[in-house]
Every structure is written in structure tokens, then in C-alpha cells.
């Protein structure tokens, strides 16, 4: 027995060692964490179980039978984040680079299925050079069978990625078809080709992070969803997030305990919104004053920045919030912002999230640039994600709530369950200038003329009481009211039920 049992505790630091010192070391050198040290800073303390730690490769090719090393690149397992289970895989580039064979795709596909029979979310954490080249086709094999149950998974359980190191070829289409992507600055990267391949076919030269940096793709791409400094921060973040998350489709939002009165109003956003109309304000000031202890995880920070999304709480259970910043173009709906909102409002009802939504908009954005980028189709997104969503919304019109934008944002018509305004809000068509300037065309050379039609229209539709005397807006509240209003909302919203016709799947405008 003493024998056996020295033997296991040879072969587990074995695997533990993973690449070796050198390669460790190489890790550290270049700022980044080994997978094992990525995965006890995520779990709680000592919760981490891990699987398959003596699994190897099993290829003869390229002399690779006479290089094994257990574990095979991955780590996986599972533990818990704040006391709830989580599955997690970590790709050990100290291991052929964190390369993806056979078997290291068997570890893998092993710790999804369980995640999903256990219904509870998957994170993975990747670092790694993509397909093994030693194993060719088998390695391809296995890209696909984890992209299968990626989306097998997709609405059922929450699944995460993190880059934290290399992530190209096979290894971007898993997290691309996972819920989120996080990167960390400066150390990851994520591209379909590198910046050899772009050069060979299309003689643009750029560097890596040019190319697939956490500065590309959290700004430009929106391919990510945020990115941060380094690991550590980074998985804490993720411990942050996860506490946000349910744990799969019906197990409804988490609780946590809030030592934040539901009853407590805020007097300072009666002077939120400026007197004069085109003068902008923080968006983000009502979010962290309506929401539970002022925390707010934001998602897509630095994308489309004319609308927020992100995760908060009122009365200790999760929401999402949706909110036109018009700090940024106005808080107009463009291309960007319609699909990083759709996307978030299709997470939130498919996790059954409550959605709160702040409307301060003054339309769609016009412009070629728009039109040829398909405004239409990105705009309908969320049109489309918010008709279709089942789970409590809550409106609060701030002020400007402007043309189609109006429909879209969460609006009555659309299945808004409990729509609010302020006094300040302003429910139209159109602005009062655009307005009098069509149906008054014949004044335009009258200036005196042009200022009386412009009052008229002003006093009759720029604000909340025509909306609200046909129902489409069920109150009009003061602003410091916001929180308790939208609290006793969603409290009584919390056994919402919605039918939906059967059909095998909607088809929505992707
Ligand atoms: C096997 C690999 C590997 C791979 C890296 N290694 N990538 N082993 N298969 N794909 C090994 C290296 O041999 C090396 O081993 C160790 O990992 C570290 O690699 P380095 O190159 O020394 O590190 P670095 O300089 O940091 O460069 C990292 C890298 C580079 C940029 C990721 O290794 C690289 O370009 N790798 C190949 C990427 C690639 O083309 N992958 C295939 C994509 S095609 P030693 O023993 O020296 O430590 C693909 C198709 C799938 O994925 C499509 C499915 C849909």
C-alpha cells in the first residue's frame, strides 16, 4: 500500500511540474500564471477536484511516444465559486504549448458533459497554440466535438472564456460560441490566422496584438467582452461575475444578502437630466444609484459606449440594465449598440435575468455609413431580442424617447410590463426642430412663425402625458423614486408567465 500510494503522490507532482521549471518559469517571465495557479486563484480555497490529471497523449507521430507529459495540456475539473459549483478547464501552455489533441479535447468534452448534467456554468481558460500539429485530423476532430456541445450548452448553462495567453486557429471558435469573452491586456491574444499567415495572403504587415490584441477586440471588434490589467484581477472578476450568474436556464437568479433598503430614494437624481434638453449626462450615475450597494458589472465598456449593459442587483437578486448613455453620440441606436444590447437581452431571458431599461435616445443614427453597414438588420436585433423576451422588463424613460428607438427600448408595445417616465421625459416622433421643419415647410422663411410652431409641438408632444394619457406609459415618477419604484416593480413581476406559440426555432434577423 505505502508503496502505491508514494507512487501516486509521485505521479501527481509529476503532472503538477507540468512542462517543467524552465517552462514555468518562461510563464511567469512573461506575466502570466500557470493554468493550475490560474485555477486556485478562481475556486474557493481547496474546492478545486480535479479530473484526468494522468491522462496522455496517445500519437506515435513525429517521436511525440517518447514525449508524454500527464495531463496533456489542459487541466480540468471542478470547485466552487463563493460556494456555488463551477467546471472549469485551464489550457497548461507549459504542455505543447497548450496545444489541442485527442485526448486533451476528451478532457474537455468530459468536463462539459458534465457541466451540463450537473446544469451548472462552465469557464474556460485559454492560453494555448491552437490544433496539435503532431496529431493532424484527430486534433481537428476534437475542435469539433467541443464546438458541439458549445452550443448544445448555449441557453442551458452559462459558459465563460478567458484569454489569457495565445488563442488562435481551432481554439477561437469555442469561446466565440461561448456567453462571454474576457482577455487580459497586453498578454493575450485572438485571431483565426496570425500575423505570418495575414502577411503571406494579404502583405499587410501588423503585429500580434495589431491584429487580436484585448485592445482590439474589447474596442473595435467587440469580440470580447472586457479585458483587464493581468490574471489575478482578471479572475477575480470572473469570481465577481460568476456570483451575478444563474446556474443554468431555470434555476432562477441568484440571492445574495443586500444590506440596501429597496425604500431608499435619491434625491440628487431629481437634478439629473440638465435643463436643456441637448446637454448630456451620466447614464451610469442613475445605474449605480438605482442599483443594490452602487454594484455594477459592466459588460462592453469599451464598445459601443452609447449604451450600457451590465449586471447589478435590487433586493439582493440580479438584473440586467440596458441604458442609452447620452454622454456618448447623444446615447443614439447605431449598428454597434443595437448588437451589444441584443446580445445582452438575449442572455438575460434566456437565464431568466429581469431587464431594466433607461431610455434616453433620440433615434437611430443616420448616414451611409449606417445604411451600408446594415442598420436595419442590426437594429431589428434588438427590436427582435426585447419582442421575444419572457422575462420581467421595467422601463424608465429618463428623457428622450424618440422615433423607431422609442419601440425598441423596451417599450409597451414590444412587452414592457411595468413602463415608467420621468417628468422630464419627452416621447415623439422626432425632435421639435426636425418635426416643424417638415410639417411646417411652407414657414420656414418666417423665423417668428417657425419659433411659435416649434413651442406648440414642443408643449403638446415633448413630454410624458401624451404617452401616458393612452397607457403606453403607465406612470410618471420622480426620479429620486427610481429604486423603490422599479423594486416593488420587479417584486411583483417575479411569477411573470408568457406563452409563446410552439415552433422549432424563431429566426432572428442574425
Ligand atoms: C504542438 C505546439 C503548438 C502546436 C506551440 N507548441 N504550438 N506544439 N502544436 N500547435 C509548442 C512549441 O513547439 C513549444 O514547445 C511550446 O509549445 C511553446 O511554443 P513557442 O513557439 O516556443 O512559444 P511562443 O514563442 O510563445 O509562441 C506561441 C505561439 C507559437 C504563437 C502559439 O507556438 C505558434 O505559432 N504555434 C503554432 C500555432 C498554430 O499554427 N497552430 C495551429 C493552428 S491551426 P517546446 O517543447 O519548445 O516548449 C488550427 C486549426 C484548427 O488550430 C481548426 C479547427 C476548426
Keep these: 500500500m505505502k508503496d502505491i500510494v508514494e ?37 474557493d480555497r481547496e474546492s478545486f477536484e480535479e479530473f484526468d490529471m494522468f491522462v496522455e497523449h496517445r500519437s506515435n507521430d513525429f517521436g511525440m511516444e517518447k514525449t508524454k507529459i500527464a495531463g496533456d495540456g489542459v487541466v480540468t475539473g471542478w470547485g466552487t465559486v463563493n460556494g456555488r459549483t463551477v467546471f472549469v478547464f485551464a489550457k497548461d501552455f507549459t504542455v505543447f504549448g497548450g496545444s489541442l489533441s485527442e485526448t486533451h479535447a476528451q478532457k474537455i468534452t468530459k468536463i ?44 442551458v448553462i452559462p459558459q465563460i472564456s478567458v484569454i489569457m495567453g495565445p488563442c488562435a486557429g481551432g481554439d477561437v471558435y469555442s469561446p466565440a460560441m461561448t456567453d462571454f469573452i474576457f482577455m ?50 482578471c479572475l477575480l472578476q470572473m469570481r465577481r461575475l460568476l456570483d451575478f450568474l444563474p ?21 440628487s437624481l431629481d437634478t439629473l437630466v440638465p435643463d436643456n434638453p441637448n446637454k448630456p449626462y451620466d447614464i451610469k450615475e442613475l445605474i449605480l444609484k438605482v442599483a443594490d450597494e452602487g454594484d455594477f458589472f459592466e459588460l462592453s465598456e469599451t464598445f459601443a459606449r452609447n449604451i450600457v449593459v451590465g449586471f447589478g442587483r435590487i433586493a439582493g437578486r440580479t438584473v440586467g440594465f ?25 442572455f438575460c431571458d434566456a437565464f431568466g435575468i429581469p431587464i431594466v431599461t433607461f431610455v434616453d435616445v433620440p433615434g437611430f443614427l443616420p448616414g451611409t455609413a449606417q445604411e451600408y ?8 436585433k434588438l427590436l427582435f431580442a426585447y419582442s421575444q423576451a419572457s422575462v420581467p422588463l421595467v422601463t424608465v424613460i429618463t428623457r428622450k424617447a424618440f422615433g423607431g ?15 415608467y417616465a420621468w417628468p422630464t421625459a419627452q416621447i415623439a416622433v422626432m425632435g421639435a426642430k426636425g418635426a416643424v421643419e417638415i410639417i411646417f415647410r411652407s414657414d420656414l422663411g ?25 397607457g403606453y406609459i403607465d406612470d410618471v415618477i420622480m426620479p429620486r423614486a427610481t429604486r423603490p419604484r422599479i423594486a416593488r416593480a420587479l417584486a411583483m413581476l417575479r411569477g411573470k408567465t408568457v406563452e409563446m406559440p410552439g415552433r422549432k426555432h424563431d429566426n432572428l434577423p442574425v
Design 112 to 155: 462539459q458533459d458534465m457541466a451540463m448534467r450537473a446544469r451548472a456554468p462552465i469557464i474556460g481558460l485559454f492560453d494555448a497554440g491552437g490544433a496539435r500539429i503532431q496529431e493532424g485530423v484527430a486534433s481537428l476532430g476534437g475542435y469539433g466535438e467541443v464546438f458541439k456541445r458549445n452550443v448544445i450548452a448555449s441557453g
Design 405 to 419: 428607438a422609442y419601440d425598441v427600448m423596451a417599450s409597451k408595445h414590444i412587452g414592457g410590463d411595468v413602463n
Design 373 to 380: 453597414g446594415g442598420l436595419i438588420k442590426h437594429g431589428a
Design 7 to 43: 507512487k501516486l503522490e509521485a505521479r501527481r507532482a509529476g503532472a503538477r511540474a507540468g512542462g517543467g521549471e524552465r517552462r514555468i518559469e518562461a510563464q511567469h517571465k512573461r506575466g502570466k500564471l500557470t493554468a493550475r495557479e490560474r485555477i486556485e486563484l478562481l475556486m
Design 322 to 346: 440596458v441604458a442609452n448613455q447620452p454622454m456618448v453620440l447623444a446615447g443614439v441606436l447605431d449598428s454597434d449598440a443595437s448588437r451589444k444590447a441584443a446580445r445582452f437581452v438575449r
Design 446 to 470: 418666417d423665423p417668428d412663425k417657425i419659433a411659435a410652431r416649434t413651442r406648440e409641438y414642443e408643449e403638446r408632444f415633448l413630454s410624458p402625458f401624451i404617452a401616458a394619457e393612452r
Design 247 to 267: 446556474a443554468n436556464f431555470s434555476a432562477g437568479v441568484p440571492e445574495w444578502p443586500s444590506f440596501d433598503n429597496t425604500e431608499r430614494e435619491e434625491p
Design 184 to 233: 487580459v491586456r497586453d498578454t493575450s491574444y485572438m485571431f483565426v490566422t496570425g500575423p505570418d499567415v495575414v502577411k503571406t495572403v494579404t502583405n499587410e504587415i501588423v503585429t500580434a496584438e495589431q491584429l487580436g490584441g484585448a485592445s482590439v477586440h474589447a474596442t473595435k471588434s467587440s469580440i470580447a467582452d472586457g479585458a483587464y490589467d493581468n490574471d489575478v484581477e
